[in-house]
């Protein structure tokens, strides 16, 4: 069983997992609830920027749940950038965004991060 806990805390535990993680949020009804960043990782985009990135993620979660009958529920997914990875993970009641140097293990970092015993 799983403790629930503040989203932001959430969002350090999930930033604490490895070095190469450089921001992380928590997305509940298309809105940005809370985020941490690595402090010492200089941000790509700025504010007003980072804002559409969110509700773009949002989106694209939307847009994939068309598909869940047919496919099954879509657990995660990545965009890979030429200079970071934007990575989306669905939970029951929104979702976890994430974005991660270009040379980060996604695959390792999204089990650490599914290992968790949070509620995320």
């Known amino acids: ?66 598909f869940d009958g047919p496919l099954g529920k879509t657990n995660w997914m990545i965009t890979a950038k030429e200079y970071v990875k934007l990575v989306t993970l669905f939970l029951d009641d929104g979702l976890l965004i994430f974005s991660l140097d270009v040379e980060a293990n996604h695959d390792e970092i999204i089990k650490k991060i599914q290992s968790l015993n949070i509620q995320l």
């Open 1 to 66: 069983m799983s403790k629930q806990i503040n989203p932001l805390v959430a969002c350090n535990e999930v930033l604490a997992i490895d070095d190469s993680i450089r921001f992380v949020g928590r997305i509940k009804d298309r809105k940005l609830i809370a985020f941490a960043r690595h402090q010492g990782k200089k941000p790509l985009l700025d504010a007003e920027l980072g804002n559409l990135a969110h509700y773009y993620a949002s989106v694209k979660a939307n847009m994939e749940e068309m």
